[in-house]
């Protein structure tokens, strides 16, 4: 698993630290961010929950087959 938060997006309603407080934690300014070394979810159940919980869908959680993929590789099947 390989989380990031899209801080361009992020606009600082915690609810990602409400509910996995392990693995994400809010800077001086407000906005979210995953903590150091946590990347990975640190295996917290809770992480894909925080995503939806998101009120502007700032975080992405990729599995870690995803996470190396390029975009060629994360496409749909071709048409």
Known sequence: MR??????????AG????T??????QDD?????VL????D???SPLV????RACPVSAITVRDAREAGAGPAD???PAD
């Open 48 to 51: 894909r929950e925080a995503a």
């Open 20 to 25: 996995a407080p392990r693995v994400f934690t």
């Open 29 to 33: 300014d407000g906005l979210s961010e």
């Open 3 to 12: 989380i990031s938060v899209d801080r361009d997006v992020c606009i600082g």
């Open 41 to 43: 979810g640190h295996g």
């Open 36 to 39: 150091a070394g946590r990347e």
């Open 74 to 76: 994360r496409a749909g």
């Open 15 to 18: 609810q990602c630290v409400l």
